[in-house]
């Protein structure tokens, strides 16, 4: 699984013919037999690959704000927000409710565009794309598991967790298999043909994540993915991100309301009346 996981990785870097090679198994499938100072020197090469990768910058927001107007009135919720985050790192965001922190990960995860400043995401601002690419953009690059999660009723876990790879379907991918080994992953392979309605809210949860990884998204954005759930499944649902997070190389933003997730992640932002500020 492991290694299925770190295909996300490998489809990063079409540039290196080595890794269309990789089955989706992830094992190595050379064409031919190759030497062993060939395979030492690949090895190398690739976890050269993968430190810059991790050194690169994934995210750039800047000097980003939010209003909404209502009627005559105009809400100002974002202000002048700017950060940086490598492809490797992982946040934590905290704040009163109605601070903005959902309004936040709107903007970043492409679904609101900002009233002003810029959101860049692997060197693309997507609020300059036209609307069918920006979906398409969102839809690889994006995964999102919602505040209320947002799972489709008549719809089982498996199909819920296979949605994402529909819309834009890569062409000899087999979704299902990921959507499968994602569930096995969450805990649920005994509940792939359940609508989401028989199931707990925990259960729900880890269906929604597994979901948001569906298409191995290069930034994770998570509101309050532990929301509602009790310690030992809160627990499961924020080791699961950490490990997904390292494996896949994702950049992982969490919205939290729990102090115990907020002190799990190094880096931890506050945000008070539309104001991001970094906690020491
Ligand atoms: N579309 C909108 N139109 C008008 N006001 C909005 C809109 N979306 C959000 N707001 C307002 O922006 C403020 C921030 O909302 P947001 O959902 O980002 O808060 P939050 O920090 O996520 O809160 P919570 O912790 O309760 O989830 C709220 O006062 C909300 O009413
Ligand atoms: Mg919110």
């Known amino acids: 699984m492991r290694c299925l996981l770190a295909r996300g990785g490998a489809k990063r870097n079409p540039g290196l013919g080595i890794q269309r090679s990789v089955s989706l198994q992830g094992q190595y499938v050379p064409k031919k037999p190759?030497?062993?100072?060939?395979r030492v020197r690949l090895s190398g090469l690739a976890s050269l690959v993968k430190v810059l990768e991790c050194l690169a910058v994934g995210l750039s927001v800047s000097h980003l704000s939010k209003h909404f107007e209502m009627g005559s009135h105009r809400v100002e919720v974002l202000r002048n927000?700017?950060?940086?985050?490598?492809?490797?790192?992982s946040v934590a965001v905290t704040g009163p409710s109605g601070s903005g922190k959902s309004t936040l990960l709107h903007c970043l995860g492409t679904l609101t565009p900002p009233?002003?400043?810029t959101v860049q995401i692997e060197d693309e601002n997507p609020f300059l794309l036209p609307e069918p690419k920006l979906a398409k953009f969102r839809n690889r690059v994006v995964g999102f598991v919602f505040q209320d999660h947002h799972l489709l009723p008549q719809y089982s876990v498996l199909e819920n967790t296979l949605m994402p790879a529909l819309a834009f379907p890569t062409p000899g991918l087999d979704v299902e298999q990921r959507?499968?080994?994602?569930?096995?992953?969450?805990?649920?392979s005994h509940r792939l043909d359940y609508r989401p309605g028989l199931l707990s809210g925990g259960e729900?949860?880890?269906v929604a994540v597994a979901r948001a990884l569906m298409n191995s998204p290069r930034l994770l954005l998570c509101d309050e993915p532990t929301g509602n759930l009790d310690l030992s499944n809160a627990e499961m649902v924020a080791d699961l991100l950490f490990e997904l997070h390292e494996e896949e190389l994702t950049i992982l933003i969490v919205v939290t309301h729990s102090q115990a997730l907020a002190d799990r992640f190094a880096r931890r932002y506050e945000i008070r009346e539309g104001r991001l500020s970094r906690e020491a």
């Open 81 to 89: 927000i700017s950060m940086e985050m490598k492809r490797s790192e």
């Open 115 to 117: 009233s002003s400043g």
């Open 34 to 38: 190759i030497s062993r100072s060939l």
């Open 204 to 206: 729900r949860q880890r």
């Open 179 to 188: 959507a499968r080994e994602l569930l096995h992953r969450v805990g649920l």
